[in-house]
């Protein structure tokens, strides 16, 4: 069969992130062979999730209605605001539950070499939610490359002149149970200038 259903089926799979063409092939074929039991819920599940799932207009996370849950929680603490690249990165962090903050989602991080700058991003509402509401940390979420750290800064320069507000970022360096001999030589450096004291 060329370009028939199953041919675009395949081609729709392999599109998805950490599929190739022959683990779509696989799937193709036992969602056929599961059409019932597998391949018609999916499909029915998928079109209900596509029309019931928005972006929130407040953070930018992925929920049903025009506002997340997150956002929507009273027991957040209102002062504290983290800043993601994307809406994995929230998954992320709340997947630890060690945070009870809210969130703002950039839609990606500064890229000359991609071509996205300051425009592209989520980063003009961003300084305004900041200027305009009382928020006491901002954390810098962001990834430990030159794009994240391009990023941060460019918002830390933005942010100069307001007071009283403490802007953070997440601690880079060794992996709990890492060790020494298998990290590479960037993680070790940013781990050494980034050493705590032990001592009171």
Not at 18 to 38: E, F, M, P, Q, V
Not at 88 to 101: C, N, P, Q, V
Not at 155 to 178: F, N, S, Y
């Amino acid at each position: 069969m060329i370009d028939g259903p199953l041919d675009m089926l395949i081609r729709q799979l392999a599109a998805l992130p950490g599929l190739g063409t022959r683990s779509a092939r696989r799937i193709a074929l036992h969602l056929l062979t599961n059409k019932d039991k597998t391949m018609l819920p999916l499909a029915k599940n998928l079109n209900f999730v596509a029309e019931s799932i928005q972006t929130c207009h407040v953070c930018g996370n992925l929920d049903e209605g025009d506002i997340c849950r997150i956002c929507k929680d009273q027991t957040r603490d209102r002062t504290t605001l983290c800043v993601v690249s994307g809406v994995a990165d929230l998954w992320a962090i709340e997947r630890t539950g060690s945070y009870k903050g809210t969130y703002h989602i950039l839609g990606g991080v500064l890229s000359a070499l991609d071509g996205i700058g300051p425009a592209d991003l989520n980063l003009d509402a961003l300084i305004s939610n900041v200027r305009a509401k009382n928020i006491s940390e901002l954390i810098l979420a962001l990834g430990a490359t030159v794009e994240g750290q391009s990023t941060a800064h460019y918002i830390t320069d933005q942010l100069g002149d307001v007071k009283d507000i403490k802007i953070t970022r997440l601690a880079h360096g060794l992996p709990v149970g890492g060790e020494l001999d298998f990290l590479d030589d960037s993680t070790i450096s940013t781990a050494l200038k980034a050493r705590a004291n032990l001592g009171a």
